[in-house]
């Protein structure tokens, strides 16, 4: 008979835990969160990342029974034409889909969520022209001024939180093809950066592990404290945008992230990356990045600001690479976006050898650095319902080091329209 008792109340227990588990997963369909615990555990940024808790994030959201199912989307339909003796135009779309879902079970709740983006189709020639930009390969040669699509697989992942305590989470994020702890929030899924259809120069400093394999993550969060752990596989993707490339966990990071108030987060990470470039296989990396995030809700509007830091450290022959970003986007009149991004990044002298294959013996030194200077405007119009759809423009300029003007020229510049579409919730107007 006592362990009858002792059996029915850990069973009521636990039926409440899951009751309450999940009425606050339905209370959460706002997507607002209130503590840093509660943002983590709407896991509706890049991997494990946080932005601040006051940030809105568009998408769709319902319940189905005891899940409550969730879908962003954010694509671009651009043109770019860029001056410069190396500049480059085209017509292309970058894009990324993710669907996912919650679930109360036991003291937490689970989350799978997955990405998906079309870029290997909607990229032609395995990249697109982006003036200064380097990194990775397309048909076994260095991508040079220009950037790498997606793989159509970004992520695949499952991640369960353990609450502690009101105040104490434990989360664990396991994915075959995912994001560990290093860097801030990659670009794409940036507040700051949602309505700007390229990638950042410093993306391959900041946080290009965005998309990297079999990751296991663990996250502890006390407070406006968290501290996570990561084990992946180094190699970045491959030039194979279609295939998923498994490999051993030969590489780690740990990243320490601060969310101060509602509207303030930062973070600083640090990892070794084995053999990160295909390239420069015998080559081991050392990573550190730093971020400040700043968003501010507006009436009809709102403000999200970045500013961030990456370093790379070749550990085979010490060259350095390090990029300063800020970007900024403001939304006001409820239909109506402003943005700028301004970097200063450290460039190699790969840029010097162009689309070629790199000579015998070739070692990488620095080359110098590039400012760029962005600008961009754009403005929704509703023809779909829960379908935002925006035409706009944006220019960028460069500055470019004396031993690149001979390359690239004096004063290079891009512009880009396009138009976007992303889906959007009843309450994210």
Partial sequence: MHRYWVCSLLLAAGSLAIAQQSMKMQMNMSGKATSFPEEVELHDTSGTSAEPNSTPVPMLM???????VMFH?????????????????????????????????????????SMFSLEPATVTGRQYPLLFQQGETAYGKPIVDGQHPHDFLMELAALYDWRLGEKTLLTFYAAPVGDPAIGPTAYPHRAS????PLAALGHHQEDSTHIAD????????????????????GREPNEHRWQVQQGAIDSWS????????????????????????????????ERMTASVMYNRPMTKGNWASTAAWGRTRSLEDNVIQNSYLFESLLRFATKNYVWTRLENVDRTTELLLGENPLPPGFEEEPAGRVQAYTLGYDRDFDVVPHLSTAIGAQLTGYVVGSRLRPVYGSDPIGIVIFLRMRVVGKGDR
């Fill in 62 to 68: 319902t319940m189905r029974g005891d899940w409550m």
């Fill in 73 to 113: 989307m954010n694509v671009f339909v651009a043109d770019i034409q860029q001056t410069s003796p190396r500049g480059a135009d085209k017509f292309f779309s970058t894009n990324w889909f993710m669907p996912m879902a919650q679930h109360a079970w036991g003291p937490g709740q689970v989350t799978l969520r």
């Fill in 193 to 196: 950066a949602m309505e700007n």
């Fill in 214 to 233: 079999d990751v296991v993550t663990v996250g502890f969060t006390q407070g406006i404290l968290r501290i996570e752990g990561s084990g992946f596989h």
């Fill in 254 to 285: 740990t990243r320490v992230t601060v969310q101060p108030g509602q509207n303030w987060s930062g973070q600083y990470s640090y990892g070794r990356l084995h053999s990160p470039e295909q390239l420069y296989p015998t080559e081991n990396q």
